[in-house]
């Protein structure tokens, strides 16, 4: 897909991940153990909750592997936490995930300034049964994980947990540290932003997939006419190489210019997979998966293409990821 521009990246690529200490039971053990009473009640709390909060971390930052380092350091703040003093342990957990994820967001943000090239989320291999939450499977997709990154980090947060999580105000501005009548304006302010930027109109998965398919077909066949056809003539291409594999290193705009990469790949195989709640392809190479690409539909055209090649992203890829809420 790089081979559209001149400039190709290569060297080192940035993929953000400090490592989990793999203490507790965001891993294979309980690690580090509550100081009060109650141990077993303590883990039982952290894991019966674990897969909302790693939804929050992972809506907040967009990359799965930062989303377990902030449930780690969730999990050591609570098994420091004297729990017979809390009252309600899921608003105490995600505050403490929103804090965490907040922190690291603020970090990430100016580490994607010397990202090479368009930054894409970390995609995620998703079970079939969470398109029918349909309000959690749009809030996790690609195309909305990017409208979220054009939100200030106080924003995200506000509007992720408002609403997709659906929380309070004052159980929010206990999160964000903000007052309740400030956290009500920002969600405000940020609603209005991501309405403007999300697409115009919601397009069921079944639509979506018959537009992957024919797509895919379009492209293995090398039938440029029917690519044409159901391209949006304004549509966007990002390719995430990260600096370790070729892509682009500027957005591809424009069906022509996009059809003219997507031509180069009529030899490819694309498998249909669920990435993050919604239909998208997976192409493997050697065994390995090698890219993932999703795409934004809209009044019958694909408006935007996503094609995540970072090798450092693809591992979630390989197995199902739980996301609720």
Partial sequence: MGEHTERVTGGTGH???????????????????????????????????????FTVAYEMLGSAADAEDVLQETWLRWADVDHGTVRDPRAFLVRVTTRQALTRLRTLRRRKESYVGPWLPEPLLTAPDVADDVELADSVSMAMLLVLETLTPTE??????????????DEIAQAVDKTPAAVRQIAHRARNHVAARRPRAAV?????????AAFQQAVETGDLRSLLDMIAPDVVLLTDGGGVVRAALEPVVGARAVVD???????????????????????????????VLAVRVEDGLITGLYAVRNPEKLSR????????R
């Fill in 261 to 291: 990469v997507l031509s180069r790949l009529a030899s490819a195989d694309f498998l249909p997979a669920q990435v993050n709640g919604q239909p998208a392809l997976i192409l493997r190479a050697g065994g390995e998966p090698d890219t």
């Fill in 204 to 212: 069921s998965p079944a639509q979506t997939r018959s537009a992957l």
């Fill in 156 to 169: 995200r947060a506000v509007f992720v947990l408002r609403d997709v999580f659906d929380l309070g105000y």
């Fill in 15 to 53: 993929g953000f991940r400090s490592g989990g200490t793999g203490h507790g039971p965001c891993s294979a053990g309980t690690g580090h153990s509550p100081r009060s009473g109650g141990t077993d009640a303590a883990t039982e709390a952290f894991v019966a909750h674990r897969n909302l909060l």
């Fill in 317 to 324: 890829v390989d197995q199902e990821t739980t996301v609720a």
